[in-house]
């Protein structure tokens, strides 16, 4: 049986499946950890939050109960990203190298199984009462199979594979990923409230752990690969020193004002991304705390209103492009535009304050993608893949660390100011700004591609 050159199922069944769960992990730690604090049964009513039900007797008891939770919830998110940064961080090195020899399949079926079991623990834990703490060791073992990026960063490649020297075909697709990501992530999120109230924690983990299997099978029995493994590859490791030599050199070969530019374009999707993710990592959390205290339905609604960010970043990309706009530009609205949401879910106090505030926001994930368009510009062509390579590593790396850091002051601050990360946040968008103009001082502004094309002209003919 011939196999198919479609990845976009796999990334839609996996985002479905994935999203389905990503919003009840913390809701389900919550309330286990409620349990075990005060003793007694999470209060859930149809009508009322567990704000209402506490302003109704005993405010100050319950108020002391939420904080405690809060930092015990907040650690344990720390505790799981800890633990997975280290192997998530390798192994999606070691993968992304090994794909361009051993296939791209290898490096999408691994992040999937390693998603199948943590999914599978959440199941158990959750089926049978188990300790809590267990899905941080399930979260551990995930990561030994790689993570997002590593399962994300083999489809662009993938996509890429097939696409060949077609640049407008390649982009097309990229983007038709980029926007099922961010349509399917949306379905699973706002259905997931109403899914808990009908079937508790166990049917969504069901659910999401049967669509990962069925997009699995599809991954090994049907997808067809893209690269063709040698017949003798006697020296696996070379990959690895391969793609470490080329970004070595990526960044020696350069002159001094292409190094410099391509060092800072690298530091403000670097910082950029730490602060994005780590701030949106509590979002949920926040939620459920006082005077907010969401229920279920709720936080469906707000994660779905928050996968619509890569719909409206990915408009703003295409309009900014089509008017001409300098990318520059365009990656400061965006960074202005987290810096706009954060600030005000800092302030926000009511239901309605906090779904406002998501609306500035739509436009953030415009700087990671111009960022990448303009930093692919000014390097050679055979230098792309180490580039991307990097940027995966860099994401991963962000993401865990941000997320760590984002939960530890979280913790430490929520009994006084909950609402003081997110300021915290809107203020580290100052530097990803600060680099900017550094770059604009430089009269580097890489939306110019005749400066750009002059730029890797010259170092190519250096001998």
Known sequence: MKGLYLVEPV?????????????????????????QLTNSTYPVSDNTSTCARANASDHDNRTFYLQEVQEQVSLFSLYSQVLSAVPSLLVTL??????????????????????????LSLLAVSYFHLN?????????????????????????????????????????????????????????????????????????????????????LYAVFILEET???????????????????????????????????????????TSFSFTYVGSFSLLVLYELNEPLCWTEILIGYGAALSTTIFLFSFAGVAAFTYCGAPQLLVVLIGILSLATGMTMVAFSKTTLMIFLARLPMLLSIMPFSVLRSMMSKIIRKSEQGALFALLSFAEVLTANVSAAVFNTLYAATVAWYPGFVFLVS???????????????????????????????????ERP
Do not use: H, N
């Open 11 to 35: 990334v839609a069944l996996y985002a479905f499946s994935t999203y389905l769960t990503y919003p009840l992990v913390q809701q389900y730690v919550y309330r286990r950890l409620w349990q």
């Open 94 to 119: 070691l993968l992304v190298a090994y794909s361009d020899r051993a296939g791209r399949k290898v490096a999408i079926v691994l992040p999937l199984v390693g998603t199948l079991l943590y999914t």
């Open 132 to 216: 809590v703490y267990l899905l941080v060791g399930a979260t551990f073992l995930s990561a030994l199979f790689g993570g997002l990026g590593t399962f994300l960063g083999s489809c662009f490649a993938y996509v890429a594979d097939l696409s060949g020297a077609g640049g407008q075909r390649m982009t097309l697709r990229i983007a038709g990923l980029d926007m099922m990501i961010g349509l399917l992530s949306g379905a699973a999120s706002l259905c997931t409230g109403y899914f808990l109230r009908a079937a508790g924690f166990d049917g969504p983990f069901l659910t999401s752990a049967v669509c990962q299997v069925l997009v699995l």
């Open 227 to 269: 690269v063709t493994r040698p017949d003798a590859d006697p020296d696996e490791g070379s990959a690895v020193r391969q793609m470490f030599s080329t970004v070595y050199w990526m960044f020696t070969r350069a002159g001094p004002k292409q190094r410099m530019l391509l060092v800072l374009l690298v530091f403000i999707f």
């Open 426 to 460: 809107a203020g580290l968008c100052v530097i990803p700004t600060m680099l900017l103009g550094v770059v604009c001082a430089l009269g580097a502004d890489v939306a110019a591609e005749d400066e750009a094309a002059v730029l890797v002209g010259e170092s190519e």
